[in-house]
């Protein structure tokens, strides 16, 4: 079975601040990570995904995730947060044995100007 | 590239009737997925569809839901007859050819906000 843990409802920042969500998963092979972004009455966009190779993953508007396979995380990172970053940020899991892929509960960001 | 298209937007049903989603996937995605995504949860896979035969239907509750892709490109997601704990957004999601790309990203659609009263 694998799933994913988002520990975080809300996640608070201020423009200019960087912004971490935060994700962590559980797969019984090796994962595909996935983040997903969702922006009100919209579908989700994919932002970045970690297949192999080097730990740090950089994505679309400046979203980068860092891949940590001791501590089985994938938390996503900004080092800057814009106000338009406001939206609903889905962690996803795929084990490279199965197709099926496996959304956390999601985290709201929230950037304050 | 276009991409994954869906309608209706918006739907509101009364229980006990019947609805229809439909799904144009990105062209040469050989690959189409249905989620359910309900109001502060993830989505959830329903059902995916390689070409028009289907990969995996496991969490599709088939006593209402039926779903076809009958020559492997549209898809359309029917429920006869709804529930109120239907009410959610249905997503549809596509990716590249071949079980053997594994690592596929899915691209999703904006997605069929559902309310059932």
């Known amino acids: 079975a694998q799933s994913v843990a988002q520990p975080e409802d809300q996640v608070n920042v201020a423009e200019g601040n960087p912004l971490t969500v935060k994700c962590t998963y559980s797969v019984s092979g090796n994962p595909y990570l996935f983040w997903y972004v969702q922006y009100p009455n919209r579908g989700l966009q994919f932002l970045l995904k970690?297949?192999?190779?080097?730990?740090l993953v950089k994505g679309s508007y400046g979203f980068e995730a860092e891949f940590n396979k001791s501590q089985t995380s994938f938390h996503l990172k900004k080092p800057s947060a814009l106000v338009s970053d406001s939206a609903l940020y889905f962690c996803a899991v795929r084990d490279i044995n199965d197709y099926k892929l496996s959304f956390g509960a999601g985290t709201t960001v929230t950037v304050r100007a | 590239e276009a991409g994954v298209a869906q309608s209706p937007r918006y739907k509101i049903i009364e229980k006990r009737q019947s609805v229809a989603f439909w799904c144009n996937p990105i062209s040469g995605h050989a690959t189409l997925y249905w989620y359910q995504q309900i109001l502060g949860q993830g989505p959830k896979l329903l059902i995916q569809f390689q070409n028009n035969g289907v990969v995996d239907d496991s969490q599709l509750p088939k006593d209402r839901f039926s779903a076809e892709r009958l020559k492997g490109v549209d898809s359309t997601l029917k429920i006869q007859p709804a529930k109120l704990e239907d009410s959610a957004v249905y997503l549809c999601?596509?990716?590249?050819?071949?079980?053997?790309?594994?690592?596929?990203?899915?691209?999703f659609g904006p997605g069929t906000r559902l309310l059932v009263l």
């Open positions: 999601a596509s990716s590249r050819p071949g079980l053997a790309n594994k690592e596929g990203t899915q691209y």
């Open positions: 970690y297949i192999t190779g080097d730990n």
